[in-house]
């Protein structure tokens, strides 16, 4: 009824049964042990033909007899749900335009950083305080952005990202208890320089004690005058590359949209009957697009005019042509652009020019806010225009540039001053 076979050191047991021949690994190299196993399924075989042992429908029939008939069916051990598998079904799972492609693209930065560290096949339901304690300590000590160690502040942001993934799954009951954040202790906040001027920055970088991180760090907080905005954009105006390239330079400029709202700008929202220019915002209100509007300044009106009487078409406000020379992207008809290619256009436009140290598009928006503090705005207009909802917000954009304080100050002191001096003659 069975006999024995060896493949390499193994044995292997073969038999017949019902009229059909089964062969299956007996995972030994020791010849007693296969026999006592061939014996055993013998006995078994005998049992289910004498009606003495029930086979179970749908059986695997190999498994069952080496089991002497305790095994109803192959076992299926389940495994743990990785973190991987996790972030995978809830990348698949979002609606399209759930987030904006900036947040995505964070989004997955910080996926890849918790797989990383964590592991891709850590059980996503393994998480708990000493995880994530651990992720904490692990990433505070790699390097971050300007060289600098990651700060308390990126890993915050990761670990929100993480934080909503886990409600995403609690919601789906893959994970059953809340998100165990609580007790979790960070390095210390590196506080960021506060915004400056360009001539303040030349100043600090020419006394020549800062390191080449600190320097790029400074680079970072660039706010820019009315006359260098000024002259940046003559500049990006006789030597862009693309036709959209300086009406998006001036739109920035004249409204402190953030890159990713200039991306998703479209025709219509700019309204020159009105005299706005209607702002997409996804950042105020979670889960649903909001609008904001900013007043048109009759240069940007201007030039919006003359670019839309030369658009390639499309809906999108700043769009490439069909055709662009020497692209590799084929395009059936204008596009609008993608984060990568808003960032390498501003880099481009810039490079080579006195204006390379203006890191990117929010330059312009910390500089608008800036001015628009330094004219005396009402605070309650800015914040409209620009989408800030917080103070904390407001603290970190507003500004007035040093000669404006120098002048305040001297409105207070500076009389009494000349009044002592006069009274002493």
């Known amino acids: 009824m069975a006999w024995l076979e060896k493949k390499g050191d ?7 049964f019902a009229g059909q021949r089964y062969k299956k690994s007996l995972k030994t190299k020791e010849e007693s042990k296969a026999e006592a196993r061939k014996t055993r399924i013998e006995e078994t075989i ?29 076992p299926k051990i389940a495994k743990p749900l990785s973190i991987a598998n996790v972030f995978d079904q809830y990348l698949e799972s979002l609606p399209e335009g759930a987030l904006e492609e900036n947040s995505l693209y964070t989004a997955k930065i910080h996926m890849k950083h918790h797989k990383t560290i964590l592991g891709s096949n850590f059980s996503f339901t393994n998480i708990d305080v000493d995880a994530l304690q651990n992720y904490i300590n692990k990433r505070s000590k790699q390097k971050g952005k300007c060289s600098h160690r990651v700060s308390a502040a990126t890993i915050k942001k990761e670990l929100s990202t993480l934080r ?20 979790l202790k960070y390095p210390k906040l590196h506080e960021k320089p506060p915004f400056q001027t360009w001539k303040q920055i030349e100043t600090y970088v020419a006394q020549g004690s800062l390191s080449d991180q600190e320097i790029a760090e400074l680079w970072e907080c660039l706010y820019l005058t009315l006359d260098e905005i000024d002259s940046v954009l003559d500049f990006v105006q006789k030597n862009a590359l693309h036709p959209f390239i300086h009406p ?20 219509e929202d700019v309204d020159f009957a009105a005299g706005i220019f209607r702002v ?14 900013v007043p048109l300044s009759p240069e940007l009106n201007s030039v919006l005019q003359e670019w839309f009487s030369n658009h390639p078409g499309g809906k999108f406000t700043f769009c490439l042509e069909k055709h662009v020379a020497r692209s590799r992207k084929e395009r059936t ?16 436009t810039l490079a080579e020019s006195p204006w390379t140290s203006i890191r990117g598009w929010h330059v312009f928006r910390h500089s608008f806010i ?12 800015i914040d409209e225009w620009v989408g800030h909802t917080t103070e ?31 009274n002493a003659s």
């Open 248 to 267: 998006m330079f001036m739109t920035v400029a004249h409204t402190g949209a953030r890159r990713s709202e200039l991306i998703r700008s479209q025709r």
């Open 370 to 381: 800036s001015n628009c503090a330094c004219k005396g705005v009402d605070q309650r207009m």
């Open 280 to 293: 997409r915002e996804k950042k105020r209100a979670k889960g649903r697009l909001t609008m904001r509007t």
């Open 10 to 16: 193994i044995y292997q047991i073969s038999f017949r």
């Open 333 to 348: 008809n204008s596009t609008s652009l993608t984060v990568d290619e808003a960032t390498d256009h501003f880099k481009r």
């Open 392 to 422: 904390a917000m407001r603290r970190r954009y507003r500004h007035l540039f040093p000669d404006s304080q120098a002048a305040a100050l001297e409105s207070v002191f500076g009389k009494r001053e000349q009044s002592l001096v006069l």
């Open 46 to 74: 005998q049992l289910v033909e004498q009606g003495r042992l029930d086979l179970p429908e749908n059986v695997d029939i190999p498994t069952f007899l080496l089991s002497d008939g305790k095994l109803t069916n192959k």
């Open 164 to 183: 909503g993934i886990w409600n995403w799954a609690k919601g789906r009951k893959l994970v059953g208890v809340d998100f165990p954040n609580q007790c």
